[in-house]
């Protein structure tokens, strides 16, 4: 039986398959959605403007021609055409080369090349005899392609060219001098007929018009009756006319004197200026402008709105109060700490709300809220770099706005109509699941971006290496774009379900939530904005917020106040060696016997920031080493925390790990580290929830607070396991 590889598969798309393995290999195709995607993904590939060629270097074998070709002739072994497959599918530049000489040389083999018989003969004459025969007949060799021509003797329907033929037979060089003086003279004949045709055409006789008689036509055949003239009349006389007075004819008038034409002036070619065409659809698009200046000016009180100027001075506040309003500067970040929302007018013209969010608001992989804002180009109304996480724009022109936005290496020019007119951006970086785990460097992290329309209509443009317009985005239709397969997606309806869990509700998108939690969340976050009275108290004020110690905090608060901080202290964290080490007070709480709730907000905040920068695992295992954690555990933490689960289809062999010891002296989750068994769990609780995000408070753990040797805690671990196995029999995600 034919088996599915990328080269059947490609003999699949060409068509160049027996009919039987055709069908079956089309079964197969038609059971796999992965099939389905990599068949589209091929011919997108193929046809994709701008993709460059593979760089040939000594490391990348896919890259060699001779390679590439001895793979479509099956002439490779085993490990070099599994090694030549795995480039084609993770890159997009090898599978297109594969693909398209695969292409090429089907139509090669299939299509006849039809040669000149001149041009035929010129090539044999570049080689001396006998080495070449420059009289040998082309027609009696087969064409590039292997298939002859039709023979002479053969029907009209065997030849390709039959219709064009109108019913003659093919002119060839094997055919007879009579033959060809036959095909002359009858040529020469419809000439002379068509001219003669011609001729008496244009010779015209006039026409004598018909006799018209009066009367009935039965009058024709009657006699004529017989005239008798009329008796004389005298001729009377008529009196003559007047002669009509003609008026003189007005003399005319004389044309008005010419003006005399000033001499022609000298234009100096360096006096004139070239008109800017504008850019092109595949001209780069420029970087954003470097000049500094006031840009923005933060519009809610009572919100942390944090900014890290650009002498790179450490964070600090924005909008301490009402009396406030000092400007924030292009090119500096402005970060909305976790859970505030907080609204950003751009040069009076463009509204940006940033839009912070915690779990305890809404499980999703959004936290802080980070942009920086440029001057913009000519032609735009703002130009905004979004650094991570989520943001609203919105037109404080009645007449709309245009936007430049920069999400990752995309660049979307975003047309806004009018004011009432929501767009959502959104970043959001991530470690795939199943990423390998590395020290340094490894795969970076996925980029995922999208933009949304929450109310009215808005257009999408971009330029630059990708070109893609749309001009109109409807509401609840998003664009999608992500790094790993660098494709942006055409406009596709958001589901109700998914507005829901992704908070894009119908009306207020800035009033996310209701409930209790809701509400006490908002009044924890404000008190701690409140705590904040000078610009630079900021990050002293979070700190003291981790705890333990909380004697100004109510009990009742204590938990929440904490995990808020904690959110609050890893978004502020640098991707540098500096920014790890501020760090420190969280590993402590990892480390601590604090309420478990804290410990898990703890694990999801080093899960963002590590995703935030493919440098930052390397940043963060000293400060780990630092804490008094080994190597290998610090390397097992740094594991657990770049997608170690995937949490729609968990691998069931790293969910074993979770609660089985195998190679290891104990399970991660029974391992005598507590920072080890909270990341455990961590994992465990985001395949149960089916959430990039798990929230502790709808997972009941039981005994996870007792110790690791106690009976209480082998009941836990006998619990866990049995929640594993459910995992492993689960069929699809509730969840998409």
């Given at each position: 039986?034919?088996?599915?590889?990328?080269?059947?598969?490609?003999?699949?798309?060409?068509?160049?398959?027996?009919?039987?393995?055709?069908?079956?290999?089309?079964?197969?195709?038609?059971?796999?959605?992965?099939?389905?995607?990599?068949?589209?993904?091929?011919?997108?590939?193929?046809?994709?403007?701008?993709?460059?060629?593979?760089?040939?270097?000594?490391?990348?074998?896919?890259?060699?021609?001779?390679?590439?070709?001895?793979?479509?002739?099956?002439?490779?072994?085993?490990?070099?055409?599994?090694?030549?497959?795995?480039?084609?599918?993770?890159?997009?530049?090898?599978?297109?080369?594969?693909?398209?000489?695969?292409?090429?040389?089907?139509?090669?083999?299939?299509?006849?090349?039809?040669?000149?018989?001149?041009?035929?003969?010129?090539?044999?004459?570049?080689?001396?005899?006998?080495?070449?025969?420059?009289?040998?007949?082309?027609?009696?060799?087969?064409?590039?392609?292997?298939?002859?021509?039709?023979?002479?003797?053969?029907?009209?329907?065997?030849?390709?060219?039959?219709?064009?033929?109108?019913?003659?037979?093919?002119?060839?060089?094997?055919?007879?001098?009579?033959?060809?003086?036959?095909?002359?003279?009858?040529?020469?004949?419809?000439?002379?007929?068509?001219?003669?045709?011609?001729?008496?055409?244009?010779?015209?006789?006039?026409?004598?018009?018909?006799?018209?008689?009066?009367?009935?036509?039965?009058?024709?055949?009657?006699?004529?009756?017989?005239?008798?003239?009329?008796?004389?009349?005298?001729?009377?006389?008529?009196?003559?006319?007047?002669?009509?007075?003609?008026?003189?004819?007005?003399?005319?008038?004389?044309?008005?004197?010419?003006?005399?034409?000033?001499?022609?002036?000298?234009?100096?070619?360096?006096?004139?200026?070239?008109?800017?065409?504008?850019?092109?659809?595949?001209?780069?698009?420029?970087?954003?402008?470097?000049?500094?200046?006031?840009?923005?000016?933060?519009?809610?009180?009572?919100?942390?709105?944090?900014?890290?100027?650009?002498?790179?001075?450490?964070?600090?506040?924005?909008?301490?109060?009402?009396?406030?309003?000092?400007?924030?500067?292009?090119?500096?970040?402005?970060?909305?700490?976790?859970?505030?929302?907080?609204?950003?007018?751009?040069?009076?013209?463009?509204?940006?709300?940033?839009?912070?969010?915690?779990?305890?608001?809404?499980?999703?992989?959004?936290?802080?809220?980070?942009?920086?804002?440029?001057?913009?180009?000519?032609?735009?109304?703002?130009?905004?770099?979004?650094?991570?996480?989520?943001?609203?724009?919105?037109?404080?022109?009645?007449?709309?706005?245009?936007?430049?936005?920069?999400?990752?290496?995309?660049?979307?020019?975003?047309?806004?109509?009018?004011?009432?007119?929501?767009?959502?951006?959104?970043?959001?970086?991530?470690?795939?699941?199943?990423?390998?785990?590395?020290?340094?460097?490894?795969?970076?992290?996925?980029?995922?971006?999208?933009?949304?329309?929450?109310?009215?209509?808005?257009?999408?443009?971009?330029?630059?290496?990708?070109?893609?317009?749309?001009?109109?985005?409807?509401?609840?239709?998003?664009?999608?774009?992500?790094?790993?397969?660098?494709?942006?997606?055409?406009?596709?309806?958001?589901?109700?379900?998914?507005?829901?869990?992704?908070?894009?509700?119908?009306?207020?998108?800035?009033?996310?939530?209701?409930?209790?939690?809701?509400?006490?969340?908002?009044?924890?976050?404000?008190?701690?904005?409140?705590?904040?009275?000078?610009?630079?108290?900021?990050?002293?004020?979070?700190?003291?917020?981790?705890?333990?110690?909380?004697?100004?905090?109510?009990?009742?608060?204590?938990?929440?106040?904490?995990?808020?901080?904690?959110?609050?202290?890893?978004?502020?964290?640098?991707?540098?060696?500096?920014?790890?080490?501020?760090?420190?007070?969280?590993?402590?709480?990892?480390?601590?016997?604090?309420?478990?709730?804290?410990?898990?907000?703890?694990?999801?905040?080093?899960?963002?920031?590590?995703?935030?920068?493919?440098?930052?695992?390397?940043?963060?295992?000293?400060?780990?080493?630092?804490?008094?954690?080994?190597?290998?555990?610090?390397?097992?933490?740094?594991?657990?925390?770049?997608?170690?689960?995937?949490?729609?289809?968990?691998?069931?062999?790293?969910?074993?790990?979770?609660?089985?010891?195998?190679?290891?002296?104990?399970?991660?989750?029974?391992?005598?580290?507590?920072?080890?068994?909270?990341?455990?769990?961590?994992?465990?609780?985001?395949?149960?929830?089916?959430?990039?995000?798990?929230?502790?408070?709808?997972?009941?753990?039981?005994?996870?607070?007792?110790?690791?040797?106690?009976?209480?805690?082998?009941?836990?671990l006998r619990s866990m396991t049995n929640e594993v196995e459910g995992l492993k029999k689960r069929g699809m995600p509730l969840k998409k």
């Amino acid at each position: 039986m034919l088996q599915l590889t990328l080269r059947t598969l490609l003999a699949y798309i060409d068509d160049t398959l027996e009919p039987s393995q055709a069908q079956a290999l089309g079964k197969l195709v038609a059971e796999s959605d992965e099939v389905k995607e990599l068949v589209e993904r091929i011919k997108k590939v193929t046809r994709r403007r701008g993709l460059t060629t593979p760089v040939l270097n000594a490391d990348d074998d896919a890259a060699d021609p001779n390679t590439v070709a001895a793979y479509l002739d099956n002439a490779l072994d085993p490990a070099t055409i599994k090694q030549v497959e795995e480039t084609c599918l993770t890159s997009d530049v090898h599978l297109a080369e594969v693909a398209a000489c695969h292409q090429i040389l089907t139509l090669l083999l299939t299509e006849p090349a039809r040669v000149p018989p001149r041009a035929h003969r010129r090539m044999y004459q570049l080689v001396p005899a006998p080495a070449a025969a420059p009289n040998r007949q082309p027609n009696k060799a087969l064409p590039i392609g292997g298939i002859a021509p039709p023979a002479p003797e053969s029907p009209d329907e065997a030849d390709p060219d039959a219709a064009y033929l109108l019913g003659m037979r093919r002119y060839a060089s094997a055919t007879t001098w009579a033959a060809r003086f036959a095909l002359v003279g009858t040529a020469a004949l419809l000439l002379v007929f068509l001219a003669g045709a011609a001729v008496l055409s244009l010779q015209r006789t006039p026409v004598d018009p018909p006799e018209v008689t009066l009367g009935h036509s039965s009058q024709l055949s009657a006699p004529a009756p017989v005239v008798v003239p009329p008796a004389p009349v005298p001729p009377v006389s008529k009196p003559k006319d007047k002669e009509p007075v003609v008026p003189p004819k007005p003399k005319d008038k004389e044309p008005d004197p010419v003006p005399p034409m000033p001499p022609p002036r000298k234009i100096d070619p360096a006096d004139v200026t070239p008109v800017d065409p504008g850019p092109g659809l595949g001209d780069p698009i420029p970087p954003a402008s470097a000049v500094v200046r006031d840009i923005a000016t933060v519009k809610t009180t009572r919100a942390l709105v944090v900014t890290q100027p650009t002498d790179g001075a450490g964070w600090v506040r924005l909008r301490i109060n009402d009396k406030d309003d000092r400007a924030v500067e292009s090119n500096s970040a402005v970060m909305a700490l976790p859970g505030y929302k907080a609204d950003v007018s751009v040069d009076q013209r463009v509204l940006v709300r940033l839009w912070g969010n915690v779990p305890e608001q809404l499980p999703y992989r959004v936290f802080e809220s980070r942009v920086k804002f440029h001057v913009p180009p000519t032609g735009f109304d703002a130009d905004i770099t979004l650094l991570g996480g989520r943001v609203y724009l919105k037109s404080e022109k009645p007449t709309g706005a245009k936007v430049r936005l920069r999400v990752g290496p995309e660049v979307w020019d975003v047309t806004i109509p009018d004011a009432n007119t929501d767009v959502l951006a959104e970043l959001v970086s991530w470690y795939a699941p199943g990423t390998p785990y590395a020290r340094k460097d490894g795969t970076k992290p996925r980029l995922e971006a999208r933009v949304a329309v929450a109310l009215g209509t808005a257009a999408l443009e971009t330029r630059g290496t990708r070109f893609k317009k749309i001009d109109k985005l409807s509401r609840w239709h998003q664009v999608t774009w992500d790094s790993s397969t660098d494709t942006m997606s055409d406009p596709v309806l958001i589901e109700a379900d998914q507005r829901q869990r992704e908070l894009l509700l119908d009306r207020d998108p800035s009033d996310p939530l209701k409930g209790d939690l809701y509400k006490q969340v908002q009044r924890l976050l404000t008190a701690t904005a409140d705590k904040v009275t000078t610009r630079e108290l900021v990050t002293s004020v979070v700190k003291e917020r981790i705890g333990p110690e909380l004697p100004d905090v109510p009990p009742g608060d204590r938990g929440l106040v904490s995990r808020m901080a904690i959110y609050a202290r890893a978004a502020m964290a640098d991707s540098s060696p500096d920014g790890a080490v501020s760090l420190s007070p969280l590993v402590d709480v990892l480390r601590s016997e604090l309420p478990w709730l804290a410990r898990q907000a703890v694990v999801t905040a080093l899960v963002n920031w590590v995703a935030r920068d493919v440098g930052n695992t390397e940043r963060l295992l000293p400060v780990f080493v630092g804490k008094s954690l080994s190597e290998n555990s610090a390397d097992a933490l740094a594991r657990l925390l770049r997608g170690f689960v995937s949490p729609l289809k968990p691998d069931p062999a790293r969910l074993d790990e979770l609660v089985a010891a195998g190679d290891r002296r104990h399970p991660l989750l029974g391992d005598p580290e507590v920072a080890l068994r909270e990341a455990a769990l961590w994992n465990l609780m985001a395949a149960k929830l089916e959430s990039w995000v798990p929230l502790p408070l709808d997972y009941n753990v039981g005994n996870v607070g007792a110790k690791v040797d106690s009976d209480e805690y082998r009941a836990f671990l006998r619990s866990m396991t049995n929640e594993v196995e459910g995992l492993k029999k689960r069929g699809m995600p509730l969840k998409k």
